[in-house]
């Protein structure tokens, strides 16, 4: 007997999918307005406007039409997200801060493509590595940006910023909403084990009620014998002629 093998789908009609993809658009639009007027420069559209735009609009899209039946074919939009913010944590000036985010992005490269593609079980591990970066940024880092008095922020870094909320939180979202279907290895689904079977089901139509009652329950002598009845009379028991 083939022995099931797990594999990771979204329901598109579920909760987690339309969150992750509505905030994968909003997430879209942000970094778009953030690059407004700066198309000019080739090298520059190419890795910061065409780059995410395109990773996020064929990560909704994949995940819309085939989230349910292969959600392994979010890996290439999703490298495509990771080679984006790997580039934007390679021109970090700060070196602690660049290979922190390298490492984060090498990180969940392998924990999404382990996860989709089963050979990580744990999802509970997405939902941290996208929960606690998405926790630590919108509620101490942004925070202490906005209370900036002497240094704000620029418009332009607001939007990525935003853009980016919105990825992590359409991420831990997603995270939440896999789940497991068992297959064998013919890519079948593994069917349910039947419940036992009980002995009143197994006897099959003996255990059903007999319209009359039965007479192989107990000795023939148990059963009472109607009195005064004629169909129960024999020829030694029937009246003499000369009695009247």
């Not at 064929?58 to 913010?85: C, D, H, Q």
């Amino acid at each position: 007997m083939d022995n099931p093998r797990t594999k990771f789908y979204v329901d598109n009609n579920s909760f987690w999918a339309h969150s992750a993809v509505v905030l994968l658009a909003l997430a879209t639009v942000f970094q778009f307005i953030a690059c407004w007027g700066l198309w000019n420069d080739r090298v520059y559209a190419l890795t910061q406007i065409l780059l995410p735009v395109a990773s996020f609009f064929l990560f909704v899209l994949l995940l819309s039409l085939l989230g349910n039946k292969a959600l392994w074919v979010t890996i290439l939009p999703f490298l495509g997200g990771i080679a984006f913010y790997g580039l934007q944590a390679w021109f970090v000036e700060d070196r602690i801060v660049m290979m922190i985010g390298i490492a984060y992005c090498v990180l969940a490269t392998v924990l999404y493509v382990g996860t989709v593609l089963s050979l990580i079980r744990a999802r509970w591990l997405l939902v941290l590595l996208f929960a606690v970066p998405f926790l630590y940024r919108a509620f101490y880092r942004d925070v202490l940006i906005l209370q900036n008095v002497e240094q704000p922020a620029t418009f332009a870094s607001g939007m990525r910023e935003i853009s980016l909320l919105c990825v992590l939180l359409a991420m831990t979202l997603l995270a939440l909403g896999i789940r497991k279907r068992s297959r064998d290895r013919k890519g079948k689904e593994a069917p349910l084990s039947p419940p036992p079977a009980s002995a009143s089901s197994a006897s099959g139509s003996s255990s059903a009620p007999l319209p009359f009652p039965s007479t192989s329950q107990g000795p023939a002598s148990d059963a009472p014998m109607p009195e005064n009845n004629p169909t129960f009379m024999t020829s030694d028991s029937s009246p003499d002629d000369n009695s009247l």
